[in-house]
């Protein structure tokens, strides 16, 4: 598998966090920053860390951003922040991630056809406040903007009732991986006789329209 190159540009702690993730995966990373103490930090975990200021377009050319696959951008500055997505624009990197700070920064972002918009803060409080209203699902992980991996507590309702009877996908949008019981025990890809019991815990593939409509998340 080729290495994905990953420039993340911004090293507060949500930058960070993205390159101390990433460093658990195969791939290359580039972390930068204006900021030399926060670049010191970031060493420890990306293939480079550099300090180099936005402004500087002499350095940032240094770079040579034309290598990279992806390029995340996290600054506060909402200047900053769109004029680095316009000079990795022109620089052809094929994919480029922003993190937006308002609604406005967020729609000239989309007007300039930004592959991905991101607002950590609300989402994180959007999924919260999901998990605090609904005690079966007990974890979610965003698998792409169309799916999601999640494990969930069966439901009182689905207990004593076939995968197959329950329709799990066309109702929930649930393509359920494996199953785990109150021992502990691990059922993969159980088929639609399959009886749910009560405590089983199900980890599934999930489509997050479909997911969203039933309530479950």
Same mark, same amino acid.
């Given at each position: 598998?080729?290495?994905? $190159?990953?420039?993340?540009?911004?090293?507060k702690? !949500?930058?960070?966090?993205i390159v101390?993730?990433?460093?658990k995966?195969?791939?290359?990373?580039?972390?930068?920053?204006?900021? *030399?103490e926060?670049?010191?930090? %970031?060493?420890?975990?990306?293939? $480079?860390?550099v300090?180099?200021? *936005? $402004?500087?377009?002499?350095? *940032?050319?240094?770079?040579?951003?034309?290598? !990279?696959?992806?390029?995340?951008?996290?600054?506060?500055?909402i200047e900053?922040?769109?004029?680095?997505?316009?000079? !990795?624009?022109?620089?052809?990197i094929?994919?480029?991630?922003?993190?937006?700070?308002?609604? *406005? $920064?967020?729609?000239?972002l989309?007007?300039?056809? =930004?592959?991905?918009?991101?607002?950590?803060?609300?989402?994180?409080?959007i999924?919260?406040?999901?998990?605090?209203?609904?005690?079966s699902v007990?974890?979610? =992980?965003? !698998?792409?903007d169309?799916?999601?991996?999640?494990?969930?507590n %069966?439901?009182?309702?689905?207990?004593?009732?076939? =995968?197959?009877?329950?329709?799990?996908?066309?109702n929930?949008?649930?393509?359920?991986?494996?199953?785990?019981?109150?021992?502990?025990e691990?059922?993969i890809?159980p088929n639609?006789q399959?009886? =749910?019991?009560?405590?089983?815990?199900?980890? %599934?593939?999930?489509?997050?329209?479909?997911?969203d409509?039933?309530?479950?998340?």
């Amino acid at each position: 598998m080729v290495k994905k $190159h990953i420039l993340v540009l911004g090293l507060k702690s !949500f930058g960070l966090s993205i390159v101390k993730q990433l460093s658990k995966y195969n791939c290359e990373i580039l972390a930068i920053d204006k900021s *030399m103490e926060r670049v010191e930090v %970031a060493d420890e975990y990306a293939t $480079h860390a550099v300090q180099v200021d *936005m $402004h500087d377009l002499d350095k *940032m050319e240094d770079l040579s951003l034309n290598s !990279f696959d992806v390029a995340i951008i996290t600054l506060d500055s909402i200047e900053e922040s769109i004029m680095a997505a316009l000079v !990795f624009q022109e620089k052809g990197i094929p994919q480029i991630i922003v993190k937006s700070a308002s609604e *406005m $920064h967020r729609k000239i972002l989309e007007k300039m056809d =930004i592959d991905k918009i991101i607002s950590p803060e609300t989402e994180m409080g959007i999924k919260l406040a999901k998990s605090i209203m609904n005690e079966s699902v007990i974890d979610a =992980i965003n !698998f792409s903007d169309e799916y999601s991996i999640v494990e969930i507590n %069966a439901l009182e309702k689905w207990v004593g009732k076939t =995968i197959g009877k329950l329709e799990l996908r066309d109702n929930y949008g649930l393509n359920v991986l494996c199953v785990k019981n109150a021992d502990k025990e691990l059922k993969i890809s159980p088929n639609e006789q399959y009886v =749910i019991e009560e405590k089983d815990t199900l980890v %599934a593939i999930a489509e997050n329209k479909k997911l969203d409509e039933s309530g479950l998340l």
